[in-house]
């Protein structure tokens, strides 16, 4: 069993930063190796979407189009934990960012993955 706890969510005016994190928990550092982690994110009154991802062992990355350029995903494998970076943040990207890890490579669509964090709320003012 893998969990996930999200921290770093906040308000922030349009044009600032601000930097989440996803602390992995449940299995040895190594067991990771196999897995990608990513960042989804929900809207009310929209769906789930993806953000972003990386490969644990490698730290190959994929992009959202609507955030690339501006959101930066890592991960730290002494802490365990995947990091999202957000600079230039605008209105539209204002949402619950859910965290989320899965066995095998990297993938955009949420039901591929098996665990899940608890959200954390990030508010985008204008």
């Known amino acids: 069993q893998v969990q996930l706890v999200e921290s770093g969510g906040g308000l922030v005016q349009a044009g600032g930063s601000l930097r989440l994190s996803c602390a992995a928990s449940?299995?040895?550092?190594?067991?990771?190796?196999?897995?990608?982690m990513g960042w989804f994110r929900q809207a009310p009154g929209k769906e789930r979407e993806f953000v972003t991802a990386?490969?644990?062992?490698?730290?190959?990355?994929y992009y959202a189009d609507s955030v690339k350029g501006r959101f930066t995903i890592s991960r730290d494998k002494t802490k365990n934990t995947v990091y999202l970076q957000m600079n230039s943040l605008k209105p539209e990207d204002t949402a619950v960012y859910y965290c989320?890890?899965?066995?095998?490579?990297?993938?955009?669509?949420?039901?591929?993955?098996?665990?899940w964090g608890q959200g954390t709320q990030v508010t985008v003012s204008s």
């Open positions: 989320a890890a899965k066995f095998g490579p990297i993938v955009t669509h949420g039901s591929g993955y098996d665990y």
């Open positions: 449940g299995r040895t550092f190594n067991t990771f190796n196999n897995y990608a």
């Open positions: 990386i490969t644990w062992r490698g730290g190959t990355t």
